[in-house]
């Protein structure tokens, strides 16, 4: 980092770094859940075989059941000392009934005691035919059937999070009571891994309320959900559960999950629809296509995810062309859902033409290949298409499939267009273009895409950039407040917001025009507690378009200059009591024309303290371009013009005036701390 007025180079330091890690993509069971275990049946009369497992205090589960049906065998249950047919209960089978019990090999069923019984009641749970026990477990003493389990409210950190009771339900599924979020984080998703005791990067996306992560989490205001955690992943395997900004690698809050030692909660033995795991990484292919995958060994789980039409194809694979992007040539799947089924056919592109004979866009088995996608499945939820499908990264065909080097760049081919009536892929209408995307099947996990919108949004008028002068205006009081939507922080900007930015003056980033040798004063309101990141954001100025100083490697900090905000040491100066504007009714920037009205539907909130405050005086060694910013997270900010001479012409805004001025450019400063 360089300091403007000291013209000194500053030497690395620890600073307290935000981990940005590459997402892992952790998240398969370690073991499959069954219960609270009792025992196993002693093996070899009547070819008894089978582990018993409490569901809750009213249901058993036998996994690995096998039985010859031999005689008139019934399950019962007992108090006695030893099973006895005379004392205690015949139970009935997995069906309900009370028939003898019929052959089994290998089964998982799940009993439900009679009314009245219950796990904590009995001493045994015996196999009997007529007058002979073939085979019983023991209940041991003090034993405690599994139940739902308590663990709190979740952790406040940012975005108005916070939450009643959460209970987990079963071994997959969480009851939150009374959620609020105010569903501005710009990439949040309910997220959950094993990986250290507080939510981080390396864990995996949850499906909300609804049953899908197709889309980032909405806002909540009070609502009791349910969620259900994704693939075969199951609570023992968790440390935590929050919702967290992927982009940003932020949480907002989170609850955590007692150690498996101290859980004992039921399996989950009724048949619901469980989503996938995502996979370890996601690209985005254009805004109405991603390609997720993750490579397991030698094949590659694809998932190809789309807001496409109804009849419409996703096409992915590699490109014909080693040095660049080219359809002839390529090895391609086109997936889409035929009716209800869906489908992943291996595709040869031969020649820009329909199939016809061995030339054209072909399936592989229709030119002496074969269809080497195997373990197809898809969803369609809330406008959105999900194929996901294995295959070998080397088929052994090197006539119509491409051998994919998991350690190389791979040019990919991609396409959507339609399926004709016949079954196959037409024409493309959206493929790819230049720049040609290369992908590295085999680099470290990341989810590089952001929930495809399940319909395109309608076009908005921006608000307009709003400009403070700094001729009769010297002092700015800096806070954080929303972005306003797409009519607001992205759309003045073009650039990705983290949900919050900075409002200065009453203002959403406006650009400010300072005058050298003029002293300006900033009262700083962006928290000052650094052990909640999502509230903790000190103020500073850089020529540094980003911002996020604390994000950045020693080579990157040696790249930008800071004029004022940090220390001699790296450290944050301007970091004073949280004061934030929030909308206590949700966002309406997308339904209101104007950002005056807007800001009239904002509260501030402020927590105690002092604000900081700091005196900079721009000099002849200011560049005429710099930019306010976070020390913590990027792109809350924008820019600030340094002149000689103030802009003839333009009208100075006084706080809370808006004037709107064309494009500007902006400037920088040197630093004086010192606290109100």
């Not at 206590?584 to 900081?612: I, V």
């Given at each position: ?8 180079r ?27 275990q ?18 809750d ?5 036998i996994v690995?059941?096998?039985?010859d ?7 019962r ?14 139970v ?7 028939t003898p019990?019929g ?15 219950t ?7 015996a ?35 916070r939450?009643?009771e ?9 009851r939150?009571?009374?959620?609020h979020?105010?569903?501005?984080g710009p ?6 891994g ?21 889309q980032?989490?909405?806002?909540y205001?009070?609502q ?26 932020e ?11 101290d ?13 996938p ?25 694809v998932?190809?995810?789309g807001r ?33 089924v ?23 088995n ?7 996608n195997?373990?197809?499945t898809?969803?369609?939820?809330n ?14 065909d ?18 959507i267009?339609?399926?004709n009536?016949?079954?196959?892929a037409a024409?493309?209408h ?25 319909e ?6 921006p ?6 002068k ?11 407040g ?5 009519k ?33 004063t ?9 052990s909640i ?6 103020f ?13 490697t ?8 800071v ?9 944050p ?5 949280y004061c ?6 949700g ?7 104007t ?23 721009p000099d ?37 005036t808006?004037a709107?001025?064309?494009s500007?450019v902006?400037g ?9």
């Amino acid at each position: 980092m360089k300091m403007s007025c000291c013209h000194f180079r500053l030497e690395p330091v620890a600073v307290c770094l935000l981990a940005l890690a590459m997402l892992s993509g952790q998240g398969g069971a370690q073991t499959t859940y069954y219960g609270k275990q009792i025992g196993s049946f002693p093996t070899g009369q009547a070819g008894l075989d089978g582990t018993v497992y409490a569901v809750d205090a009213n249901r058993l589960q036998i996994v690995g059941f096998s039985f010859d049906g031999s005689g008139t065998a019934q399950f019962r249950a007992g108090s006695t000392a030893s099973p006895s047919g005379v004392e205690g209960v015949q139970v009935p089978d997995e069906q309900g009934r009370t028939t003898p019990l019929g052959v089994y090999s290998n089964g998982k069923l799940v009993i439900a005691l009679p009314a009245g019984t219950t796990v904590d009641s009995i001493k045994w749970f015996a196999v009997w035919s007529q007058n002979s026990n073939l085979g019983h477990v023991t209940i041991p003493d003090n034993f405690v059937s599994p139940s739902p389990r308590r663990i709190g409210e979740f952790i406040r950190f940012g975005h108005g999070v916070r939450s009643g009771e959460v209970t987990i339900l079963n071994a997959k599924q969480f009851r939150i009571e009374s959620l609020h979020y105010d569903g501005f984080g710009p990439d949040a998703f309910f997220w959950a891994g094993r990986e250290g005791t507080t939510p981080n990067s390396r864990g995996f996306k949850v499906p909300d309320d609804s049953g899908s992560f197709d889309q980032k989490a909405p806002r909540y205001t009070g609502q009791t959900i349910e969620i259900m955690l994704p693939g075969d992943v199951t609570v023992y395997d968790i440390n935590w559960l929050s919702l967290w900004c992927i982009r940003f690698a932020e949480n907002f809050g989170h609850v955590r999950i007692p150690a498996s030692a101290d859980l004992n909660v039921p399996p989950v033995v009724e048949n619901v629809v469980v989503v996938p795991m995502a996979l370890d990484n996601c690209v985005e292919l254009h805004r109405d296509m991603q390609v997720s995958w993750s490579l397991k060994g030698d094949s590659l789980e694809v998932e190809l995810a789309g807001r496409v039409e109804d009849g419409d194809y996703m096409a992915f694979g590699p490109s014909g062309c080693d040095d660049r992007t080219c359809m002839v040539g390529s090895d391609v799947t086109v997936a889409w859902f035929d009716s209800d089924v869906p489908r992943a056919v291996d595709y040869t592109l031969r020649a820009y033409s329909q199939c016809s004979g061995t030339s054209g866009v072909c399936p592989d088995n229709r030119v002496s290949g074969t269809d080497d996608n195997v373990n197809i499945t898809g969803r369609q939820n809330n406008g959105i298409t999900r194929i996901r499908y294995s295959r070998p990264i080397n088929t052994g065909d090197a006539t119509n499939d491409k051998v994919i080097d998991p350690s190389q760049n791979t040019y990919i081919s991609w396409a959507i267009g339609p399926i004709n009536p016949s079954g196959v892929a037409a024409k493309h209408h959206t493929r790819v273009q230049a720049p040609w995307l290369q992908l590295m099947f085999g680099r470290q996990a990341a989810d590089e895409c952001e929930a495809i919108n399940s319909e395109a949004p309608p076009p908005v008028t921006p608000w307009p950039t709003r400009y403070i002068k700094g001729d009769d205006v010297t002092n700015f009081t800096i806070r954080i407040g929303p972005t306003g939507g797409r009519k607001g922080y992205e759309a003045i900007t073009g650039l990705p917001s983290w949900g919050i930015a900075w409002f200065v003056n009453d203002l959403l980033i406006p650009e400010l025009e300072l005058k050298r040798g003029y002293n300006y004063t900033f009262i700083v309101e962006g928290g000052d507690n650094s052990s909640i990141p999502a509230q903790y954001h000190p103020f500073y100025i850089t020529d540094d378009p980003k911002g996020g100083y604390v994000q950045k490697t020693d080579a990157e900090k040696e790249r930008v200059r800071v004029f004022a905000g940090v220390s001699e040491t790296g450290m944050p100066t301007a970091a004073g009591r949280y004061c934030e504007y929030i909308s206590p009714n949700g966002d309406t920037s997308e339904t209101t024309d104007t950002f005056e009205a807007y800001f009239n539907t904002l509260q501030l909130q402020c927590q105690p303290g002092q604000a900081a405050r700091f005196t900079w005086t721009p000099d002849q060694n200011t560049p005429n371009l710099v930019y306010y910013h976070c020390f913590t997270h990027q792109y809350l900010g924008w820019k600030i013009r340094v002149v000689d001479e103030f802009t003839s012409g333009a009208v100075g805004v006084r706080a809370g005036t808006l004037a709107v001025v064309g494009s500007l450019v902006v400037g920088a400063l040197s630093v004086l701390l010192s606290r109100a």
